[in-house]
């Protein structure tokens, strides 16, 4: 193409191919209001002008609703608006400022309420076909609350908002019937489908044309070359598909390869649990060895003992013989002594010993009667010191004293009963303090814990209820709670408080909880009296009247921001309206009326004064919002009451004082009663007779000295009889015992022989060689003898036990271990293991299912791997690899493509625009790329090697991993997918101006950065016309039947100098396209002749409403030069 004569621009207008707007019609959008505006371009280059903020891009957003997919537009967009400041909701409820709320927020102000709908209508008409094609928006309200709802409307004629979408009476469902009962009109639903059919009709083979055809609309200059070019001029690669179908082959080799780690895996945990199971056979087998041995090791110790025994009993024999023979010579001894004791006795008795026998008969009887007679004197003289009587030394003493006793008795059992009256009086009264004393304590811990006065059985029966209804108590006051006496008037604070009393107990229930609050207590036994008052919503309503300033209410101060307030100040206008009264004679004039002393009078004939209870006792008030002085009254008062509790105590104690000495009075009382004979205590007496019976024996003594003589001889053999009765003893005792160890000798023989007769033939031939093997190890070198048997014995089997023990705890933790195993390996492979038990009878099981997949199950998965490794995975990486770079190559090929149009452009004279391509210097793609070639490197020379396949099956899921999305980096890796299978990030882009005649580069553009404003916008003019060119399919001017010829520049020459203008509006004619130009009125003279009608937009700010005026370029012309020559009469004048 030569360069464009700027001068003379030839015939702008006449017949020109392809589809253009012939028409716009818009009514209620934006603040197009109320009738429908229609613009006119009749497929003609055109104007759309007025002030800033008139309305223009209203109408060009109309056109990018009805072309462009709605989530993609973006309205106003040539003005930089924000996405939030314009949207279809806005433009069919004609927002057009901010007004204040009732809450005091700014919200929107429209032209129109949800009550209206609003129409979008365009007409394109190819005059080289004669071919109408009418795109239509329809917008309306369902819910009012929400966004608008539009359908879409499509037809092969020219249609009219006025004859098309009226009259159907506010039933969309009416109007959408009637337009798919009109002929040539389709209606859709959504925009997918209607988008489908016009591009089609249009000649328009991408859905990207339309993201160009709204870039367009906005662009001054080309900022980034290569992001234009990619989002703008080149085709979306269709590679996800290819993506998602290597997901899925991989699926199939990550569950192949899943199945030989898991074969592995299972190899790998059960050679451990089989060689646990057999460690745990082989424990069990001397277990049982074990198990034998105890079972044997009595009658292996009692064959041992057997040989001991005879000897030992061989032994006891000899020693036996010998023993009785001692005992015989010794009894023999002992007879010879016999007979001279006898001789000498009998000699005695001839020579007077028979009176000296009685008299010593006697004397040994008066000792014996003496010590009794001590005995009894000294209990009589213990009782008597108790009593505080003398010890009788005459018989007159004895008997006063025997006298006094019943006296004593009498007072002793009266002090009794006194003291038992006394113990009963002390128990009960510290018991009742410590009670009292508790009940203040819990009274105490309760008010502690809050603030109000109110009795805890109270709180805690509210506790209850709240608990149970899930109501909070705050809710549910006790009146108590909201009232206290005013500060100054503390003197009559006793007064009102027992006037108040039972009302300020009572519970107030607001109404919402008056339901339930009734059911609660009439199904629940309280325990105690509860009055509760329903407070109803309706009653809030302020107490009337004025009380007398001096009653008992006005004396009542209410608890602030109460929401019972107005109730309770009724209330107590109503009820308490006692005068508070000084003197008496006041008193007796009032009706209703109360004194500081207490005294009520009520309906001046009732009076009432109940002094149970002090009047100034603090620990019975219930009013106010602080309970200090209440606290401290009954912190005083426990302190009273366990001082008092601790009186009784020791009142107690002295009681059991003085019953425990009456007792031992009572019983000294009975100890003397029971010696009523005074010879019974008369030591002196028995004394006396002992004294002179032993004198009259020395004498007899001393009167016969033959006597003397025999007594001397009898008493030297007794002590030899006495001395030898020993030896005979000792000697039959040895006899004895020797028979009795030769006995149990042989008693011990036959329960040994016994034993030993108990070993079984498998003890002796397995159990017996285990214990001679061990006897060192247990016994260490003692040997056997019959005394240390039994300890070695004892000492075997517990060494037995040990190894036992030993063995069981080793046992049970290599079983824990290989149940925890089992379980471990169970839970993880339930299919496998449904029939198989945690235990070591399943041992067998697990060991036959190790051999299987040792010889059978990991080879064949190995061998299945490896095949979907080679035939699927790197196949079809190699087959994706090759799709990309068919899109590469693709992509090339459209460069060129492009680069055909844009050689046929004059840029400047003399050159021209070409677009370049490199390869990018993304680190994403670059490592993507590599990651690519390493999945199929060797794969042709394919090793069997089972690390080179793990190695390629790592590289693919690296790849597939990321495609999929890993836990964690989906967004990240969603991102990432997208940039490196999408090819046209594979290339970074520039442009070229260049010289046509030596091909050499003038100069080099990645963006417009750095150039001029003009220079910026020309090659921006460029770049789109070309991209234009290629996206609607107009290169070879007769490759397509259909063609879009239709494009919108808004504000695009607020800043343009009037050369790169009128290098724009002639690049767009030579390529036979309608332009619709968007610009303020100050740019009219320099395009006004490149265009043919003009749309004037006015806008009332007076109606908030926008006007459009449809004139042709002749009409507007003549008006400007009449202003011109209007202002100039003024100016003249």
Not at 240 to 248: E, G, P, Q, R, T
Not at 525 to 533: C, F, I, N, P, T
Not at 948 to 958: I, R
């Amino acid at each position: 193409m030569s360069s464009f004569n700027l001068e003379d621009p030839g015939r702008l207008f006449g017949p020109t191919p392809g589809f253009r707007l012939h028409k716009l019609e818009v009514y209620n959008w934006g603040t197009f209001d109320g009738k429908v505006w229609t613009f006119s371009p009749q497929g003609e280059t055109s104007l759309l002008t007025g002030d800033v903020g008139s309305g223009k891009s209203t109408l060009v957003d109309a056109l990018t609703t009805l072309l462009v997919h709605p989530r993609k537009v973006a309205y106003n967009k040539a003005a930089d608006s924000s996405a939030k400041e314009r949207s279809v909701t806005s433009y069919v409820r004609g927002y057009f400022g901010q007004k204040r709320s009732s809450e005091g927020n700014g919200q929107p102000d429209s032209l129109r309420d949800p009550n209206h709908y609003s129409v979008i209508l365009a007409t394109f008409l190819d005059q080289g076909l004669s071919q109408h094609v009418t795109l239509a928006q329809f917008f309306w309200f369902p819910d009012p609350q929400k966004s608008p709802v539009r359908f879409y409307v499509v037809a092969d004629k020219e249609m009219w908002i006025t004859q098309d979408f009226a009259r159907f009476n506010n039933e969309v469902r009416v109007l959408k019937k009637r337009l798919k009962a009109g002929s040539r009109v389709q209606v859709f639903e959504d925009y997918s489908r209607y988008a489908e059919v016009f591009r089609r009709k249009f000649g328009i083979a991408q859905e990207q044309a339309l993201d160009l055809f709204q870039q367009t609309i906005s662009m001054k200059k080309v900022e980034a070359l290569t992001d234009f070019v990619r989002t703008n001029m080149l085709e979306v690669p269709n590679t996800a598909k290819n993506v998602d179908d290597l997901i899925k082959h991989f699926q199939d080799l990550n569950g192949a390869h899943e199945a030989v780690l898991k074969a592995k895996l299972q190899i790998q945990l059960l050679t451990p649990l089989v060689d646990q199971g057999n460690s745990c056979l082989r424990l069990e087998d001397k277990q049982k060895l074990l198990n034998q041995a105890r079972q044997a090791l009595a009658p292996w110790f009692a064959e041992r003992r057997l040989v001991l025994l005879s000897a030992e009993i061989a032994k006891q024999e000899q020693k036996l013989i010998l023993a009785a023979a001692a005992r015989e010579q010794a009894e023999a001894i002992q007879r010879d002594l016999a007979e001279n004791i006898k001789e000498i006795e009998r000699a005695i008795f001839a020579n007077g010993g028979d009176a000296l026998e009685r008299l010593t008969r006697d004397i040994e009887i008066a000792r014996q009667t003496l010590k009794r007679l001590k005995k009894n004197l000294e209990a009589y003289t213990c009782h008597a010191q108790i009593l505080k009587l003398p010890v009788p030394d005459s018989l007159a003493v004895f008997l006063a004293n025997q006298r006094k006793l019943a006296e004593f008795k009498r007072n002793e059992e009266e002090a009794q009963r006194s003291l038992r009256e006394d113990l009963k009086t002390a128990f009960t009264e510290e018991d009742k303090a410590n009670k009292a004393a508790d009940q203040v304590a819990q009274e105490l811990a309760s008010l502690r814990s809050r603030t109000s006065s109110i009795p805890r059985e109270f709180v805690e029966k509210r506790q209850q209820l709240c608990q149970v209804l899930q109501i909070r108590e705050d809710e549910l006051p006790f009146v108590g709670e909201l009232l206290e006496v005013r500060t100054g008037e503390e003197s009559w604070e006793g007064a009102i408080e027992r006037l108040l009393h039972s009302f300020s107990l009572s519970l107030l229930v607001p109404e919402r909880h008056y339901q339930v609050v009734m059911q609660w207590v009439d199904r629940t036994h309280l325990g105690m009296r509860l009055v509760y008052y329903r407070v109803q919503d309706e009653v809030q309503t302020s107490a009337s009247g004025r009380l007398n300033p001096f009653s008992a209410a006005e004396k009542l101060k209410l608890k602030p921001g109460t929401p019972f307030g107005v109730w309770l100040s009724k209330e107590l206008r109503q009820r308490f309206t006692h005068v508070c009264c000084e003197t008496m004679e006041q008193f007796r004039r009032e009706t209703q009326a109360i004194t500081q002393s207490g005294q009520m009078k009520t309906g001046g004939k009732r009076h009432e004064k109940d002094d149970r209870h002090g009047l100034n006792d603090r620990r019975r008030y219930v009013l106010g919002f602080s309970n200090q002085k209440k606290i401290a009254a009954l912190e005083e008062s426990e302190w009273d009451l366990r001082n008092e509790a601790q009186f009784y105590h020791t009142e107690l104690d002295d009681i059991y004082g003085k019953q425990r000495e009456s007792q031992e009075r009572v019983q000294a009382v009975a100890g003397m009663a029971s010696i009523d004979d005074f010879a019974d205590i008369d030591t002196n007496t028995a004394e006396k007779d002992i004294k002179e019976k032993e004198k009259l024996k020395r004498k007899l003594e001393q009167e016969n000295d033959i006597l003397q003589g025999l007594q001397n001889q009898l008493t030297e053999l007794m002590q030899k009889q006495e001395t030898h009765e020993k030896i005979v003893e000792k000697a039959r005792k040895d006899e004895t015992t020797m028979e009795n160890n030769r006995d149990a000798l042989l008693k011990d023989k036959v329960s040994t022989a016994n034993t030993a007769a108990e070993a079984t033939l498998v003890m002796q031939e397995e159990a017996y060689p285990f214990l001679e093997q061990h006897e060192s190890e247990a016994l260490g070198n003692t040997g056997l003898t019959l005394d240390n048997g039994k300890t070695l014995e004892r000492d075997y089997l517990d060494w037995i036990e040990r190894e036992r023990n030993t063995l069981i705890d080793e046992m049970g933790r290599l079983k824990n271990r290989l149940v925890k195993a089992m379980q471990a390996y169970n839970n993880r492979y339930t299919e496998e293991t449904r029939e198989l038990d945690s235990d070591l009878e399943s041992l067998p099981e697990y060991a036959r299912m190790l051999e299987q997949l040792q010889s059978d199950g990991l080879p064949a998965f190995e061998q299945r791997f490896k095949q979907l490794l080679h035939e699927n995975a790197i196949n079809q990486i190699a087959l994706f690899q090759a799709k990309l770079k068919q899109a590469q190559d693709t992509i090339q090929t459209r460069i060129e493509q492009i680069n055909g149009s844009l050689n046929a452009i004059d840029y400047n004279e003399g050159r021209y625009i070409r677009l370049e391509y490199a390869e990018t210097y993304d680190t994403d793609i670059k490592e993507f790329r590599v990651q690519l070639k390493a999945c199929t490197e060797g794969a042709l020379s394919g090793s069997e090697d089972e690390q080179y396949a793990e190695t390629k099956f790592l590289q693919v899921k690296a790849i597939i991993e990321r495609f999929r999305g890993r836990p964690g980096e989906t967004e990240r890796d969603e991102r990432w997918t997208k940039k490196v299978i999408d090819v046209r990030n594979w290339f970074l882009f520039a442009a070229s101006e260049r010289w046509r005649e030596s091909d050499e580069e003038y100069e080099h553009y990645t963006d417009s950065g750095g150039k001029s404003g003009g220079q910026k916008e020309k090659l921006a003019y460029t770049i789109l016309a070309a991209s234009l060119v290629y996206h609607f399919g107009l290169e070879g001017q007769e490759s397509r039947p259909q063609s879009f010829r239709f494009v919108v520049i808004d504000e695009a020459f607020l800043k343009s100098s009037d050369e790169s203008a009128r290098f724009g509006l002639e690049l767009f004619k030579k390529l036979e396209l309608q332009l619709l130009i968007v610009t303020p009125l100050l740019k009219i003279p320099t395009i006004a002749k490149f265009i043919a009608h003009v749309g004037f937009v006015h806008h009332d700010d007076v109606k908030h409403q926008s006007m459009l005026r449809d004139i042709s370029i002749q009409e507007y012309e003549q008006e400007r030069k009449a202003r011109e020559v209007t202002q100039y009469v003024h100016q003249v004048v």
